[in-house]
């Protein structure tokens, strides 16, 4: 007995010890819903390199593929909220994921805002093969080859995909969709002359585009991307309302300590305002949200927002998850 009494002593007192370990005590796991090589990964990649610095742990980024994401943001929804697991997604992943597939969690029930990360517009681009110079010759060769011609998408609902749908939705054409595990395996089949286009993410394309290994054709903003200047945008280039920009978040799951997203959030703020990193991410065409909105609420109220938006307008296209 006495014996059973020290055991218990020693386990409670190790309990105790634990929890009052300050937190993070361990390595944090972001996880990433997409193949590496990827917008998304590339982004955690950054994020995750400089909040180590400030979290005083590692940040180990892990891709987690399949169903557009739904797979990887899933598995968060599941796990443990004690702010060691964390998703980092986009608009097509925790908003469109929710208007196209029966997902086995709620978007915003189950999982808690972290903070509101960088966005950045699409590009319309090609393999070098294609003969078309501008878009107003892009769309012309797509109708000329509709049977022929096949563009990448990260899979059904992917930015990629709802990008490309609304691109033949304003152009009148129509082109078959090939769906990968995510954009960077789609890109290097475009660099690689497997597909014909992919209306993606500037963060993914724009070193491909300046190494002269695929076309830029347009961008899809209301302004010229001061990294790019050369590219038009799609109004410019005679495609009008082609305009959709892909915003980043990070999120923790639900019940996660309000004083563990705090922490969280200031180490993404930190982050965020590093000279290093915003020309890291000005770089790949990223454009950083005001300090003001990177907070927790921000992203919340604009996920739902987000929501409120594009769901109807993505079930009324008659977009089905694969």
Do not use: C
């Not at 909040?51 to 005083?56: A, T």
């Not at 089949?189 to 695929?214: E, H, M, P, T, Y």
């Not at 993404?268 to 065409?285: C, K």
């Amino acid at each position: 007995m006495r014996l059973f009494a020290i055991l218990l002593a020693a386990t409670l007192a190790g309990v105790a010890d634990a929890a009052a370990q300050p937190y993070p005590s361990h390595p944090i796991t972001m996880v990433v819903p997409f193949a590496a090589g990827g917008p998304v990964d590339a982004l955690a990649r950054i994020l995750s390199e400089r909040m180590r610095q400030s979290l005083g742990q590692t940040v180990i980024v892990e891709n987690v593929t399949g169903a557009a994401g739904t797979i990887g943001v899933g598995r968060v929804a599941r796990a443990a909220a004690d702010g060691y697991i964390l998703s980092i997604g986009h608009w097509s992943t925790h908003v469109v994921n929710g208007a196209i597939y029966a997902l086995q969690y709620d978007l915003l029930r189950d999982f808690d805002p972290v903070a509101l990360l960088p966005s950045n517009p699409m590009i319309v681009v090609s393999k070098n093969a294609v003969p078309a110079r501008n878009l107003g010759g892009l769309v012309a060769w797509i109708k000329a080859n509709e049977s022929k011609v096949s563009a990448g998408t990260a899979g059904a609902g992917s930015s990629t995909h709802i990008a490309g749908v609304y691109f033949q939705n304003l152009t009148g054409t129509h082109f078959q969709f090939v769906p990968y595990r995510g954009t960077g395996p789609a890109l290097q089949d475009l660099v690689a002359g497997q597909i014909d286009l992919i209306v993606d993410q500037a963060s993914n394309s724009l070193q491909q585009v300046r190494d002269g290994k695929i076309r830029p054709y347009a961008v899809t903003a209301k302004t010229r991307m001061p990294t790019a200047p050369d590219i038009p945008t799609a109004a410019e280039a005679g495609v009008p309302g082609l305009d959709i920009s892909v915003w980043y978040g990070l999120w923790a799951p639900k019940g996660t300590p309000k004083e563990i997203i705090t922490r969280l959030n200031q180490a993404a703020v930190e982050a965020l305002a590093d000279p290093v990193m915003r020309q890291r991410l000005a770089d790949l065409g990223l454009e950083i949200p005001a300090r003001e909105i990177q907070t927790p609420e921000a992203l919340g109220a604009h996920q739902k927002a987000e929501i409120a938006k594009w769901w109807p307008i993505i079930k009324a296209a008659g977009i089905k998850g694969e």
